[in-house]
DNA sequence: GCTAAATTCACCCTAAAGTATGACCGAAAT
DNA sequence: ATTTCGGTCATACTTTAGGGTGAATTTAGC
């Protein structure tokens, strides 16, 4: 955009008119006081401006542009399926391995009975365990017993 | 660095060096054949060389450095805790309102007992609605019924 | 080697859950 | 007007869960 250029170059710009203004300036200061030839010096003026316009316009052709590369890091949301066992938690409840195994198991839907077969071990123990359980995890039933593991991130 | 800069900056250098050199020689051949005063021109030059060098130093000073922004996305695991009922599943299984009702204290690990005092009807009420839901969801557990529930997105 | 904790199992008993069946009511659909 | 469906409740019965207690065996730490 034009004006975008205007903005971003402004001081050059206004170095440029500042210097130009003062030469005129002097110039007609000198014409006005002095019936001097100052030619010589109006001459100098005229080329300083002139290479200093060059200079600037080189410069800005010739130099490679400046980029300042900022990265900025986007958060990108992704839904984590990782489950990662607490386990400062199960050992506040002071779960031991079996009994954990019992809560997988129950948390699974399955019944004591199914336990008891999945695990090779009787119907009796499996309920054992689960009241221990339940007494760890400060619960009455199963159902409260999952719900409050998978709170805690004891089980996924 | 300042190699760095050198290697840069080099078409600037250059051209002032040429410049310059172009200048003395002109100069030099002026006075090897012509005995006048050139003073006039030799001054112009200097102006020239001198402002041309003021001219890239501004332009270089000035010129604002173009920004590039790089977004870059950076994975950010979360715990996606936005529960989006999944209506096509519930429809499915055909379980109605009163059902799901039931399904969703299930789920929170009341009794029968409780889920019946918080929704103001009978055990015997309860025990229909979570049998309906069980036969809907094809278990035989309650826990079992929360466990599919939610692998459906019908519950959070 | 001894002790403590974990694991296993048994028996009894109560409470809760689940099955089956039938019935009543009201709203919505046919 | 009749059927269908959701919600309500009841009764009878079976199964499962859970509490309490005790005990044998194994495992692990000191």
């Not at 100052?38 to 542009?65: D, M, N, Q, R």
């Not at 336990?115 to 009787?122: C, N, T």
């Amino acid at each position: 955009m034009t004006f975008g250029y205007i903005s971003k170059h402004k001081q050059t710009i206004l170095y440029g008119v500042a210097l130009a203004v003062l030469l005129f300036l002097l110039k007609w200061l000198e014409w006005r006081f002095i019936i001097v030839d100052h030619t010589i010096e109006l001459y100098a003026g005229c080329i300083a401006v002139i290479f200093t316009g060059l200079g600037v316009w080189l410069a800005l052709k010739l130099s490679k542009p400046k980029t300042t590369v900022i990265t900025v890091e986007k958060e990108l949301r992704v839904n984590d399926s990782t489950f990662v066992l607490n386990e400062a938690a199960l050992d506040e409840t002071g779960i031991s391995k079996r009994e954990l195994d019992v809560l997988l198991l129950m948390a699974e839907g399955l019944s004591n009975q199914e336990i008891a077969e999945r695990l090779f071990v009787s119907l009796n123990t499996i309920k054992t365990h689960s009241s221990n359980v339940f007494a760890k995890l400060d619960v009455e039933r199963r159902t409260q017993a999952v719900e409050k593991a998978k709170r805690l991130s004891i089980i996924p």
